[in-house]
């Protein structure tokens, strides 16, 4: 499965956007980059995916680079209460279902300061 | 609110002791995932069942079981407790079981085992 690499912290003023990195350069042509987040100890949340092309929805934009290789998640207003845990997952495909079970990492801790 | 009800929210039991969790996947979902949450080994995947079927096992332990019934509500049954199994269980469900059918989360059923 390709792995992710995400920074373990970062930090963003509230009112401007969140940045958030993710490598995965072994990534394969059809597998999805996934985006979850975790509040506390509340379940993960779905943020966003895509395959190829960049995604927008009400929550963020997920920018995926030509070469598939990394993605950036974009909050783009972050306030207090997106302060949270992002996960960025790639999800494998094929015919063994096992292997598309989202398999977290350690994730980004994003502090929103005031 | 993601649609997925946990139940129940919190549960504290001895060592040795036999435990059920309940999931209600969000309406018309078909596929049900189980994950485990403990604080040394972040969220690790269980095992998914589609439409009443065992599809794919993840790390569960052989104490531990699960199913899913015709209303396709799920349950987890954990047996002979140990210490070790105290963690938030969280439950997850999506419409199909492909890649591009998000996994939604319930927030998680607390088990201490004391």
């Known amino acids: 499965d390709a792995k992710t690499t995400q920074p373990p912290s970062m930090d963003c003023a509230e009112g401007r956007a969140a940045n958030l990195p993710c490598n995965h350069s072994t990534i394969s042509g059809n597998e999805y980059v996934y985006w979850y987040r975790q509040i506390h100890s509340q379940g993960p949340q779905y943020i966003i995916h895509g395959l190829k092309n960049n995604e927008t929805n009400e929550m963020a934009s997920l920018i995926i680079t030509e070469d598939r290789k990394s993605s950036t998640l974009i909050l783009p207003h972050a306030t207090l209460r997106d302060t949270a845990v992002y996960y960025c997952?790639?999800?494998?495909?094929?015919?063994?279902?096992?292997?598309?079970?989202?398999?977290f990492g350690s994730g980004t801790r994003l502090q929103v300061q005031p | 609110d993601s649609g997925v009800t946990q139940t129940p929210k919190h549960l504290i039991t001895a060592t040795g002791q036999r435990v059920t969790l309940r999931c209600s996947p969000r309406s018309g979902d078909l596929s049900v995932y189980w994950y485990q949450q403990s604080l040394d080994q972040g969220l690790q995947f269980l095992i998914q069942y589609y439409n009443g079927e065992e599809r794919a096992k993840g790390n569960i332990l052989e104490r531990f079981s699960a199913q899913q019934f015709p209303d396709l509500h799920s349950e987890l049954n954990l047996s002979s407790l140990e210490l070790g199994d105290s963690a938030l269980y969280f439950c997850?469900?999506?419409?199909?079981?492909?890649?591009?059918?998000?996994?939604?989360f319930g927030n998680g059923t607390r088990l201490t085992v004391t």
């Open positions: 997850a469900s999506s419409v199909g079981q492909g890649d591009n059918s998000p996994l939604h």
């Open positions: 997952i790639v999800r494998a495909r094929g015919r063994d279902t096992g292997r598309r079970a989202l398999t």
